[in-house]
C-alpha cells in the first residue's frame, strides 16, 4: 500500500506540473503539433464534441448561440485540457443549427470570441461557427461529380475571373448575378444573343477556371449586400468557409455551401476545372484574427526589431514554417480538394511561403489526385522573414517538382515593366525586349538560344518544365490588357489596340509554358484606366457583355487560338528535352520581330514544321523560310486553323502588329 501511495502521489505531482497554466515554451519550435486531423467541431445528431488548439492557453470556453451575428450565449461550456496542445469537449444534445464561439484566456486575460481557425460553416460575417452537418449540403449528384479529364498540366488553358465582374452587369443576361449561382445558369446572353457565362466560357475553350477569393473574407458586410461595396477579397477572415456575399442567402451556413458546390458541379459538366485563389500569406489584420485569438504570435513572423514583418504589403505575413501553419494549410486545400472538389490552387504572393510547406502541399493533393493544379507569385511584396534559399520563389521552383509560377518576364518583356503603366514594350514597338518574351515562349526553361544576360528580371532559366511556368500579359492587378495598351499607346485608334491585343494574346497561346488570360480579355475589357481596381465600385470592375458582339472578331481570335493550341501538339509539348529538341528561332534582321519554328514534333499530328512570326513593329516585316507550301492559318488577325490560304517558302512578309503562323 505504501508503495502505491508512492506511486500516486507522483503521477499527481507529474500531473501538476502538465496543467496548462504551467505550460511553457521556450520558442514557437516546441509548439506541439498534434497528429491528427483538425476537427474543430464534429456532429452527430445525439453529440457534438469540439476542440481547439492553443498550447498556451490557461482556459478555453465554448459559448453557444441561437443565432450567427445576435444576441448573447445561452449556455457556456468549459473544455478540458488534451495532450498536444488541445482542448476539447462534448455536448450531449442536438446543436444542429446552433452557432458556437471559442473564447481563450492566456496571462489571466480572455481573449475574444473566434470561430477558430478551421471553422468550416460560419453566420453571418463570419463571427461565429456553425453546427451543421456536411452531408445535408451536397447538391443532387454530389457523390458521382467527377474531375473533368486532363491528361497532362500541358493541356490547361486558364481562366481568371471575380465572381461580380463576371455576371453582375445586367448584359450579362444572368438571374443570379454576381453569385456563386451564375455559374450554373445556362442558356444566359446579352442583348443582342451572344452566349454569356458559362455558355461563354464552353465557347471560348478554356479548361480550368480560376476563382479569385471565393472564401470567407473580411471587407464585405454581409448583412448590407444592397450598398454593393466591392472587394477583390485578399483579407482572409475564414479560410474554409465560402464567402457569404456570392450566396444567394448568407445568414444562413448551409447555403453558401451548396451553392458553391452546385458551381464546381455545373462547371465539371460543362468541361471546366476549377481553381480557388487562396491567399494563406497574410490575414486581413493581426489583432482580432481568428489565428491571433487562438495562439497569439504563433502564426506570424516577426522582424527583428519586434515588429509584424510584411511581407504581404498588407500588414502582416504568416509563418508557413511553423508545425501548425503548415498543417493548417496542408488540410485546408485537402478539404476544398475532397469537400469542394477543387482541381486546383493559385497561391497568393507563394514567394512569402517555405519550400518545404508548399512540397508538402503537392504531396499531399497527389494523394487526393495528380491532376491538381498548383502555381502561385513566385514573389513577395516585401522580403519575407525567411533566407531567400528556402522560400517559394519564382527563382527556386527547380526545388519545386510540379508547381508552376507566374512568368513577369514574358508579361514585362510584352507590355512593359509593372512600375510604369505609360512605358510599352515588345507589342507597343520598343525595342530590345525580344529576349524576355522568348523567355517566356520557352516556357521559362534552359534553351539553348535563349540569352538570359539580356532578358528582364531572370538571369537564369528558372523552371525545370514549360508547364512550371503561367503565360499571360494581363491579370486582376495591374492595368487590364486594354488599359495598359491605351496608357502606353495613347494616340492608338480601337483598330490598332485590338489588333495589339491579339499580337499580345498569340504570344501568351504559343509559349510552351501553361497559358492564362484575365475574364474579358477576349472581349476587350478595360476597366477606365484604373491601375488597382480592388475596391472600385461595379462600374469600373464589371464585364460590359455586349463587347462580346461590338469585338466578335477579337472574341473569335481568342477561341481560334484556344482551338488551335488544342488541336496541335507541337504548341504544348509538356517536356523541356522536347522544346529544346523541336522549337527553335529563326534569325531576322532588326528588332521587335520574333519568328520561331516548330519542328519535327508531330505527335500523330498532320501539321509538319510550324513557324510563328510576331511582329511588334508597325511596318511590315520580312524574314526567309526554307522552299515549299506552306498552309497560312492566323493572318491579319485573323484565324482559322483549317487555313486561311497557300503561300511558298522564300521571303515571307508579316504585317505590322500582328502575327503570321503557318505550316507545311
Known amino acids: 500500500m505504501k508503495l502505491k501511495s508512492i506511486v500516486l502521489m507522483g503521477l499527481a505531482i507529474f500531473a501538476m506540473s502538465c496543467t496548462p497554466e504551467k505550460r511553457a515554451y521556450k520558442s514557437f519550435d516546441e509548439y506541439p503539433v498534434p497528429s491528427a486531423p483538425i476537427n474543430e467541431m464534429v456532429y452527430t445528431p445525439s453529440q457534438t464534441t469540439f476542440t481547439l488548439w492553443s498550447p498556451t492557453a490557461e482556459q478555453v470556453e465554448l459559448m453557444l448561440f441561437d443565432s450567427g451575428d445576435e444576441g448573447s450565449a445561452y449556455q457556456s461550456v468549459t473544455l478540458e485540457p488534451k495532450e498536444d496542445g488541445l482542448w476539447s469537449a462534448s455536448v450531449n444534445q442536438n446543436l444542429k443549427g446552433k452557432f458556437y464561439a471559442f473564447n481563450v484566456k492566456i496571462k489571466e486575460k480572455w481573449l475574444g470570441e473566434t ?33 473533368p479529364p486532363l491528361k497532362s498540366d500541358a493541356d490547361i488553358i486558364l481562366y481568371e475571373m471575380h465572381h461580380r465582374d463576371f455576371s453582375v452587369d445586367t448584359t450579362s443576361g444572368i438571374k443570379n448575378r454576381g453569385k456563386f449561382l451564375a455559374l450554373t445558369e445556362k442558356g444566359t446572353k446579352n442583348t443582342a444573343g451572344d452566349a454569356t457565362g458559362i455558355d461563354h466560357l464552353k465557347e471560348l475553350g478554356v479548361t480550368h477556371v480560376h476563382l479569385m477569393p471565393s472564401f470567407d473574407f ?69 489583432q482580432g484574427s481568428n489565428f491571433e485569438l487562438t495562439a497569439p504570435g504563433y502564426f506570424y513572423r516577426m522582424k527583428k526589431n519586434g515588429k ?32 469542394y472538389h477543387v482541381d486546383g490552387f493559385r497561391f497568393d504572393l507563394m514567394g512569402i511561403h517555405d519550400i ?71 507589342m507597343t514597338g520598343i525595342s530590345r525586349k525580344e529576349m524576355s518574351v522568348k523567355f517566356g515562349l520557352v516556357g521559362a526553361i534552359k534553351h539553348p538560344q535563349i540569352l538570359n544576360d539580356s532578358v528582364n528580371y531572370s538571369k537564369a532559366p528558372w523552371a525545370l518544365q514549360p508547364t512550371q511556368m503561367i503565360s499571360y500579359v494581363s491579370c486582376h492587378d495591374d492595368m487590364c490588357l486594354v488599359d495598359r495598351i491605351k496608357s502606353s499607346m495613347p494616340d492608338a485608334s480601337p483598330a490598332v489596340i485590338a489588333a495589339i491585343d491579339k499580337l499580345a494574346v498569340t504570344a501568351v497561346f504559343t509559349s510552351q509554358g501553361v497559358p492564362f488570360i484575365y475574364a474579358g480579355e477576349e472581349i476587350m475589357r478595360d476597366k477606365k484606366m484604373v491601375h488597382n481596381s480592388f475596391e472600385s465600385p461595379d462600374a469600373v470592375n464589371a464585364i460590359n457583355w455586349n463587347n462580346k458582339t461590338l469585338y466578335k472578331d477579337v472574341f473569335d481570335y481568342y477561341k481560334g487560338l484556344i482551338a488551335m493550341r488544342k488541336a496541335h501538339p507541337a504548341f504544348h509539348m509538356g517536356n523541356a528535352d522536347l522544346v529544346r529538341k523541336n522549337m527553335e528561332f529563326l534569325p531576322v534582321a532588326g528588332s ?55 503561300m511558298y517558302g522564300g521571303e515571307v512578309y ?7 503562323i503557318f505550316h507545311k
Open 115 to 147: 470561430p477558430g481557425i478551421m471553422a468550416k460553416a460560419v453566420g453571418l460575417n463570419g463571427k461565429r461557427a456553425a453546427v451543421i452537418d456536411l452531408a445535408d449540403t451536397n447538391p443532387q449528384g454530389w457523390s458521382s461529380d467527377q474531375r
Open 218 to 286: 473580411a471587407s464585405i458586410d454581409e448583412s448590407n449586400l444592397k450598398a454593393n461595396k466591392y472587394n477583390w477579397g485578399y483579407d482572409p477572415l475564414n479560410y474554409n468557409v465560402p464567402e457569404g456575399s456570392y450566396s444567394t442567402n448568407p445568414k444562413e451556413p448551409a447555403v453558401r455551401i451548396v451553392e458553391f458546390k452546385k458551381m464546381v458541379q455545373s462547371l465539371h459538366k460543362a468541361g471546366i476545372r476549377v481553381v480557388m485563389d487562396v491567399v494563406y500569406n497574410h490575414t486581413s489584420s493581426i
Open 308 to 339: 509584424w514583418a510584411n511581407g504581404s504589403g498588407c500588414g502582416n505575413e504568416t509563418a508557413s514554417e511553423r508545425g501548425m501553419m503548415r498543417k493548417f494549410m496542408i488540410e485546408s486545400v485537402v478539404y476544398w480538394a475532397t469537400e
Open 356 to 426: 518545404e510547406t508548399m512540397n508538402q502541399i503537392r504531396a499531399a493533393l497527389d494523394k487526393v489526385d495528380p491532376s491538381i493544379y498548383i502555381y502561385g507569385e513566385g514573389w513577395a511584396a516585401e522580403q519575407p522573414q525567411l533566407p531567400k534559399e528556402k522560400l517559394a520563389m519564382k527563382e527556386n521552383i527547380t526545388k519545386m517538382p510540379r508547381i508552376a509560377a507566374f512568368s513577369d518576364e514574358l508579361r514585362d518583356g510584352l507590355r512593359g515593366p509593372f512600375n510604369d503603366d505609360k512605358k510599352g514594350g515588345f
Open 592 to 646: 521587335n520581330l520574333i519568328v520561331f519554328r516548330l519542328k519535327g514534333y508531330s505527335n500523330g499530328d498532320s501539321w509538319d514544321d510550324i513557324y510563328v512570326a510576331l511582329n511588334g513593329d508597325r511596318a511590315p516585316r520580312k524574314f526567309a523560310v526554307d522552299p515549299g507550301k506552306y498552309t497560312v492559318v492566323c493572318k491579319n488577325g485573323i484565324i482559322n486553323q483549317y487555313g486561311l490560304g497557300t
Open 654 to 660: 508579316v504585317p505590322g502588329l500582328s502575327a503570321l
